[in-house]
């Protein structure tokens, strides 16, 4: 009941929202979106989808708390002020930064160190937990593997439902990890995120009526960290490779941008449209639907994601607690998504 009034709270909001759109856009600055070199987007949707699911994650924790004892999950919200407040500054078209709101989940994931009294203690690979036993240096990687998170689900969010696609899923993911290791506040608490992503995928595809903006980006990105982080701090069965796997997605996202753009001699925080899911939707527009025709190519190249997103994340919940094996796949599956990326390129260039 819980999860569906969480969703349906999320969904409520949003069309809220939608209902007084005008009212709204009449608020925000003009970012110029659609005209960006990265756009995938039809149009200028409104960026706070991620204020609908926080109000509807927000309703559900408040109703767990007074009848649970999920006690990390008040400050698991806290913790997501920074990135929050930032990223909801630039959707309102004021002007925040990449590098800005880069710095701003580093606050965030400082905040979440602090105040949950977690990080990632172990990497279950050799040399990586001899560095690790050392609080500071997990605690620093920690902080910069969430923020690096945060931004790589941000880059995601121009793709109808891909975003709440991946956020829905991976926090599914942790949720059966962590029912498989025991910690049922965390279970709950990832079910509740899902039901708040999914709330607002409704109004996220086919037709993209809004999306979750920079607030929801980072935040939910944060929030999804966080939790694990948690099921490594918590638990010492729980392997950090298999949580990656449910994570893997927006992961191997950014590593392969990161990569790319250094190999290119090009600023890692320079935007282009290179990423795999850009490059599915443009080859259906050269394929099937031509230069006009985003409006179908981009709901469709969600649905064409959806095989690839779920595998890892179905691995790690297999491999919870199997890190040699866990390490294995998700180094296949890395392997798998960089061969990936020229294969498309590649179909699309032979089909012109």
């Known amino acids: 009941m819980l999860m569906i009034l969480t969703t349906f709270c999320s969904f409520a909001f949003a069309i809220v929202a939608l209902r007084f759109e005008e009212s709204?856009?009449?608020?925000?600055?003009?970012?110029?979106?659609?005209?960006?070199?990265?756009?995938?987007?039809?149009?200028?949707?409104?960026?706070?989808?991620?204020?609908?699911?926080?109000?509807?994650?927000?309703?559900?924790?408040?109703?767990?708390?007074?009848?649970?004892?999920?006690?990390?999950?008040?400050l698991w919200l806290l913790s997501a002020a920074p990135v929050l407040v930032a990223g909801l500054t630039e959707d309102l078209g004021r002007g925040v930064s990449p590098r800005g709101r880069f710095v701003a989940a580093i606050f965030s994931a400082v905040a979440a160190v602090w105040l949950l009294g977690a990080w990632v203690p172990r990497g279950n690979f050799p040399g990586l937990d001899w560095a690790m036993s050392a609080p500071l240096v997990a605690m620093a990687m920690t902080v910069v593997f969430s923020a690096v998170f945060c931004h790589?689900?941000?880059?995601?969010?121009?793709?109808?439902?891909?975003?709440?696609?991946?956020?829905?899923?991976?926090?599914?993911?942790?949720?059966?990890?962590?029912?498989?290791?025991?910690?049922?506040?965390?279970?709950?608490?990832?079910?509740?995120?899902?039901?708040?992503?999914?709330?607002f995928f409704?109004?996220?595809?086919?037709?993209?009526?809004?999306?979750?903006g920079d607030a929801g980006a980072y935040g939910m990105g944060h929030l999804l960290v966080c939790l694990m982080v948690l099921l490594a701090w918590r638990s010492t069965e729980v392997a950090v490779p298999a949580l990656l796997l449910v994570l893997f997605w927006p992961i191997a996202d950014v590593m392969h941008t990161v990569l790319r753009r250094v190999a290119a001699h090009v600023s890692v925080l320079q935007p282009d449209r290179m990423h795999l899911h850009q490059l599915i939707r443009r080859a259906l527009d050269i394929i099937w639907f031509g230069y006009r025709g985003r409006s179908r190519s981009n709901p469709l190249t969600t649905l064409l994601m959806v095989p690839l997103i779920l595998p890892p994340i179905a691995a790690g919940v297999a491999l919870w607690n199997r890190p040699v094996a866990a390490w294995i796949m998700l180094g296949s599956f890395l392997a798998m998504f960089a061969a990936t990326h020229p294969l498309v390129a590649w179909i699309a260039r032979t089909r012109r």
């Open 24 to 74: 709204v856009a009449r608020a925000v600055q003009s970012r110029g979106d659609a005209g960006a070199r990265q756009s995938s987007h039809v149009g200028e949707p409104l960026r706070i989808g991620g204020v609908a699911a926080i109000t509807g994650l927000v309703v559900g924790i408040a109703l767990t708390e007074w009848t649970g004892p999920d006690h990390f999950a008040p």
């Open 152 to 199: 790589a689900v941000n880059l995601i969010d121009g793709m109808n439902g891909l975003s709440s696609i991946v956020v829905v899923s991976a926090a599914l993911g942790l949720a059966a990890i962590a029912a498989r290791a025991s910690e049922a506040d965390i279970m709950a608490v990832a079910l509740l995120l899902a039901a708040a992503a999914t709330g």
């Open 202 to 212: 409704l109004v996220n595809w086919p037709v993209a009526r809004m999306f979750l």
